[in-house]
Structures are given as C-alpha cells and as structure tokens.
C-alpha cells in the first residue's frame, strides 16, 4: 500500500513537472506579450506589431506598427492605416524582418474615342516608416504602347520603362523582355511612390489586342507575363514586400539609451540596410521573438536529427551542441567516419594504433603546410594573371600605344594600377563613398601627392563599347576646358575600368536652385553667368572640338560649382562621339524625364538640338527655381517646360519667376532670357537655335547685365591647348555621377536612374 501511494505521488508529480515544461515552451514560443491578442484572422501579429483596439503596451509606440482588423470580413482582415486608405496586410515575418502588402494596379485605358477616363486609374502608396524591398520586389510595365514611371511623390527620384510592340507578340515565348511588358528595379529607401503611364499614340495600332497599359509593383515572382494579360489583366491587386525595422538610431547609438534599446537577453543586433533604425534577431542557436523579453530560448538541436551532425549520442547545451561515442567506441562522436570523426571500436593494441595515427598526422600537416605554400604562389600567380587578361580587355595596349606616341597631348593622362587607387580609398572603404548610381559608385581618394580626386566603380560593362570607350578618353582627355570636370586618368587592371576625376565638392546646379537655403544666394549675374558657361561648354563640343559631341544628358543635376561657383559640366556617360559626315543618330533613346527632347523621344534620332532642348528646361530652372518634373504639382504643372510654354503664352511669366530674381528689378532681362528658352523648347528641333547661338545670346545679355560697372567670373579666362585639327579652349572627362557628377562613359541604356525628375 506504501510503495502504491509513493508511485502514484511520483505519477502525479511527473505530471506537474510537464505540464510546468509544457508552459514554458508555450511561453518561449509565444508571439506577443501576455495578455495581447497575438493575431487578426489567419494573419498571426507578433510584438512589437499590435492591434489597434488592445492595451497600447501590446504594441511599441509608433502608428506604423499598429494594425486594424476588420472582424466585418469572414474571416478578418488585417490593415496598416495611413492618410489615404487601409492598407491590406498578408503577412508579417519577424525572422526576415518583412511585411507583405497588397498594392493597387496602375491603369491606362482607351477606347475608339480616345483616353477611357472611367477605367483608368493612378495608384499611390505612401508609407512613413517601412521601405519598398529593393530586393524582393520589381516594378512591371504591360502594354505595347506605354511609358510607365515609378516615381517618388516629392519628386526626389523616378525610374521606369517602355515598352512597345506593332502585333499581338509570339505566345511561345511569355517573357516579361521586349515582349509587350517590361520591369525594372526599385530604388532602395523609398517610403512612397505614384504610378504614372503616358501612350505615344493613344494605342491607336494596338487597340484591337490592347486598349490599356497597366504598371505596378509586385514582389518578385508573384507575376508571370501572359499574351493574354494584354487584352485584359484579371486581377486588381498585387503583394509587395516592405523591409521593416524599429526606432531611427542605429545599433550603437539605440544602446546608449538601454531604456529605449529593444533587442533582449541573447540577440544580435543590425543596422537597417534599407531605410533607418535597427533589427534584432535571436543569436546563433537560438529562436523566439527577439523583441520579447526572455523569449529567445535555446533550440534543441538533438530532437532533431537534421539540426546535428552526430552519429551516435547527442548532448544539447545552451546555444549548441555536443556530440559522444558510447562505451567501446572513440572518436568524436561526428558523421563522416574520417580521421578524428565518427564513432569507431576500440583497437585492442591503442598503443600500436596512436604510434600510426601520430605518424600520419605528422604526414597530413607536412603535407598540408606544402599545399598551402604552393597554393599561396598559385592564387598569386593567378591574380597577376587575371590582372594583365582584364588589362588586355579593357583596351590598355591600345590605350598604352596612344599615350606614347610623340605627337599626342595625353600626357596627363594617367594609367593607375589597381593597388594605387585601392590604397587611395583604403581598400574602397564604405566611408569613401560620395555618391551611388544606378551602374556604378564613387569614391572620394587621396593619392600619394595629396591630390584629391574622384574614383568611379562601374558595376556593368560592356565589352563591344570597348574600343570607343578608349578612343573616347584619348581624345576627351585631350581636351582642357575650365568649365568640364577633369578626367585625370584611369585604371583597366580591374573588370571594369575605373575612372580618376578631379573632385568638386560644392555640390550641383540643382542642389543650388532648389534648395531655399542655397537659392537665394544665387543672384541673377550668378544665374546668368551659370547658364553662359554651360551653354559655352555645349558650344564648344557641338561646333568647335575635333569630332562634335553630343551630351545627351543636360540636367542641372550634371552642372557641377566649384567653390567659387564656376561651372563644371559632368557626366558624359551617355555622350555620342558624332563622325563628321553625319548630323544625327538612330540610337536607343536615353536621358532623364523632364529633359528629354520630344522628338528624339519619339523618333530615336540623336541631334546636337537635343542638347538644345534640355539646356532650355536647365535655363527655365533657373528662372523659375522649380524642378523640371514633379508629382507634387498638379497634372497642368508637372512638366516644367509645358507648364512654362503655357505661361509665357498666358502672360504669367513673372508669375512663375523665382522671387529672388523678380525683386531684382531686371524683368526686360527676364523677358529675355524666358524668350530664349522658349525658342530652345521648340517642339520640332529644326527651329531650335543653334548652341552657339544660344551661347552668343547669352554673352550679350551677361555684358548687359554688367553694365553698371561689376564684373562677374570672366568665362573666357581659357587654358589652350592643340587638337589633332584646330585651337581648342575646352577638356572634359567620358563620365559623371549621379548627385556628384562622375558616370561611366561606356553605359548605354534604355531610360537610366532618373535623377530630379522622370
């Protein structure tokens, strides 16, 4: 009877002790705080997301992590809130930091009358915390008559594509390239964005198998092109993913503050790679909530058996595990059943055993030690190797054979090694960096002479551009004009050439104009003179250089001032050298929305008059100090240039004039200036002026303007030099970048990043 009730007493006690583990688990594994509804529907709301109608300590005190559900719907549906609608959410991952969104389609229809208003429509998404993935989403355009832009709604940044096609495309092939659709990439940090679709001819040859062009964002592989989907797209909603992270501080500065820091006992903590703030994740071996107190537990790795590698007896210990050989066995207890692994019988002469295994270990680390001092040599060779075949296909014995010839004027142009530029910019440490592109970054280096310069890292190249990429920097680099960033040389060591500029560190034309705190120290002499030297410098390379060159990409965003605020033109990534029997181009179209010329646009044929044309936006810029495109202005006034026409048609010029210059007393110069703007917008390029023209136009109205007796900065202040033909006044580099003037010279795409503008 005794020894029954001491069993039952430890039955029942062994029960308790379960039931205790049971809770713990349950506790470890919980998503949330206790007390806290942890879900909305089938959709599962782990901390520090919480639902709006629970105690507010459910969730962390920010709008963006509160979630409404809708118990209406059968089953629920979660939603974020913002300023515009409910946001419908799919999921939230606390391990992968994301949340997936569902995002509307961007429509544009029409029908035998022309633009279908009724089905047409133009998303927007504006979120204040969360980013747009940039890895795991892309932005998809469907139609074959469509120009479809991606943009940021304060106008900071656009991008898109276009896609075109005469018949119903071949149905074997449902490829989203060339094919009646087209996708690009999303920029990272980007909180918000408007979906904006445009048609060159109302899809008058398409209608019949295509009446709308449709654009949105879609998590990659959510979407798959079908022929069929140009008739009619059958869904109205698309999943993206959002990057989420908490506070704005990074993990250093977050843990300053211990009562604000969010990441528990055993975490990690990373700063956030696309938008701001940090994340915290459970350390290595173990799992849970990283944002719940004591909720990252240690994982047993023995329950299961994919989770270790031993081959006999698995011990766990917190964070890892252990592995054992039992009685009779040795070795350490691990698969594989090599030397030192693996659980094998006990010899029964160990003595006899050891003396052999010493002796082959002794062996393998002799051998070991040999392989590792020839592989040593091996990787050297190799990378010797690699650097003279990548020198060979960057064009450096061509580009080697021109700088030596007597009779050229390269001579300042210099071949770097990659050691060199590695050392200027400490091995092309992330704090060297001044500006990031959509095809490259730049660097800021000092070179041993404490030259400061600009080091652009291309990341794309294309090996059919070669040979005019190398002619290119002979003969630009020939070329010695104040007003054009230098190119000081390059390195071909590497797989794609690096580019040496110098550097100009105050900033662009348009970070000038557009920014109050700058703009306003910009008189109208500065602007005038700004505007005569870019347009010397664009006359100079259309009429005066050896082989006429056209820019392709005039923006304020490529006008660089120095710290005297002299121009330096930049950026001749996308520049055509033009051969001297011909006036113009078929090429494929390139530039940046708000400067495009129209008609290049649309016919694909390059002239020097397209230069023309986005010099006359950059001259309307800097009248009017509002930004060439801009979803922040209604649809009459978001095209700079169209809206300008319209008010110099309407009389309201002065209107639109920058404040700073209307109370300058100057209106007659003003007028001036705006009528030479407008002959530059020309819609046909064939009544467009010449730059030349301009420039000279210029020129008179700067000496009016100095009539009173002060001088500004003397443009023809020249350094010359002799071109293979004639005189020259001008230098200029093959490359500029994006926010800091440097590109590659040898990147030809279709629409590239967009910068200030579509």
Request: charged residues 20%.
């Amino acid at each position: 009877m005794v020894i029954y009730k001491l069993l039952l007493k430890a039955a029942v006690l062994g029960a308790l002790l379960g039931l205790y583990h049971m809770h713990l688990a349950q506790a470890n594994d919980s998503i949330t705080k206790p007390g806290c509804r942890s879900s909305c529907g089938n959709l599962s709301i782990p901390y520090p997301f919480g639902l709006s109608d629970s105690d507010p300590h459910c969730r962390i005190n920010s709008s963006s992590f509160t979630v409404n559900c809708d118990y209406s719907a059968k089953p629920p549906v979660a939603y974020f809130w913002n300023q515009s609608r409910n946001i419908e959410i799919l999921d939230i991952s606390v391990e992968d930091h994301e949340v997936r969104i569902n995002s509307l389609i961007g429509r544009d229809c029409y029908n035998s009358s022309g633009f279908d208003d009724s089905s047409s429509n133009y998303p927007w998404l504006q979120l204040v915390e969360f980013p747009f993935s940039s890895t795991r989403n892309k932005f998809t355009a469907i139609g074959c008559d469509t120009v479809a832009v991606f943009g940021h709604q304060d106008g900071k940044f656009s991008c898109g594509c276009v896609s075109s096609c005469s018949n119903v495309p071949d149905g074997s092939n449902e490829s989203c390239t060339n094919n009646g659709c087209c996708e690009t990439s999303i920029p990272r940090n980007t909180f918000n964005y408007m979906i904006s679709i445009t048609s060159f001819s109302n899809h008058f040859d398409v209608l019949s198998f295509n009446p709308c062009s449709y654009a949105f964002v879609a998590e990659i592989g959510s979407y798959n092109f079908s022929v069929s989907d140009l008739k009619q797209l059958k869904f109205n909603s698309t999943p993206v993913v959002l990057d989420w992270a908490v506070g704005k501080q990074t993990c250093e500065e977050a843990k300053k503050n211990s009562m604000s820091y969010m990441c528990t006992k055993n975490t990690n903590c990373i700063n956030a790679e696309n938008g701001h703030g940090y994340k915290c994740t459970c350390s290595e071996g173990y799992q849970g909530n990283p944002y719940l107190e004591n909720s990252c537990h240690d994982i047993d790795e023995c329950a299961n058996p994919e989770m270790n590698q031993c081959e006999k007896i698995c011990h766990n210990v917190i964070g890892s595990y252990t592995c054992s050989c039992p009685n009779g066995y040795h070795g350490d207890g691990k698969k594989g059943g090599g030397i030192g692994q693996g659980c094998t019988i006990n010899p029964s002469r160990p003595s006899h055993l050891m003396e052999i295994l010493v002796g082959v270990a002794g062996a393998i680390i002799v051998l070991l030690f040999s392989i590792g001092f020839l592989y040593l040599g091996h990787k050297k060779m190799k990378l010797i190797k690699l650097k003279e075949q990548y020198f060979k296909q960057n064009g450096g014995l061509l580009l080697q054979q021109q700088l030596d010839e007597p009779d050229k004027t390269t001579k300042a142009t210099k071949i770097f090694s990659a050691e060199e530029l590695e050392k200027a910019t400490d091995n092309f440490h992330e704090s060297r960096i001044v500006g990031r592109g959509g095809y490259g970054t730049v660097y800021k280096g000092l070179l041993p002479n404490d030259t400061v310069v600009a080091i652009k890292k291309s990341k794309l190249v294309d090996r059919s551009q070669i040979d005019q990429f190398i002619n290119e920097v002979i003969v630009l680099s020939q070329i010695n004009h104040r007003n054009v960033v230098k190119l000081l040389g390059c390195c071909l060591e590497t797989e794609v050439p690096l580019l040496v500029y110098e550097f100009i560190n105050n900033g662009t034309l348009f970070d000038h104009i557009h920014d109050p705190k700058n703009s306003s120290k910009l008189s109208w002499k500065t602007r005038l003179r700004i505007a005569s030297e870019t347009a010397g410098v664009l006359s100079y390379l259309h009429s005066a250089a050896s082989i006429p060159i056209i820019h392709r990409d005039v923006k304020s965003a490529n006008i660089l001032l120095d710290a005297n605020y002299i121009v330096k033109v930049s950026d001749f990534g996308a520049s055509k050298l033009i051969p001297l029997d011909q006036t113009q181009l078929f090429t494929l179209v390139q530039g940046t929305w708000g400067y495009l010329d129209p008609e290049y646009l649309h016919t694909s044929q390059l002239t020097e008059k397209s230069d023309v044309y986005s010099f006359g936006v950059v001259l309307v810029e800097l009248l009017t100090g509002k930004k060439a495109l801009s979803f922040d202005r209604s649809e009459e006034e978001r095209s700079l240039a169209m809206y300008f026409l319209s008010s110099l048609k309407n009389d309201k010029l002065f209107q639109i004039v920058e404040e700073v210059i209307a109370n300058e007393g100057i209106n007659e110069q003003v007028r001036e200036v705006a009528n030479l703007a407008k002959r530059c917008l020309t819609i046909k390029a064939e009544e467009r002026p010449t730059m030349r023209e301009v420039a000279i136009e210029l020129e008179r109205l700067r000496a009016m303007a100095n009539h009173s007796g002060v001088s500004s900065t003397n443009v023809n202040q020249e350094e010359m030099v002799h071109l293979p033909r004639e005189k020259t006044d001008a230098y200029m580099d093959t490359s500029g970048i994006m926010n800091a003037g440097y590109t590659n010279s040898m990147e030809d795409h279709i629409m590239p990043e967009l910068s200030g503008g579509r």
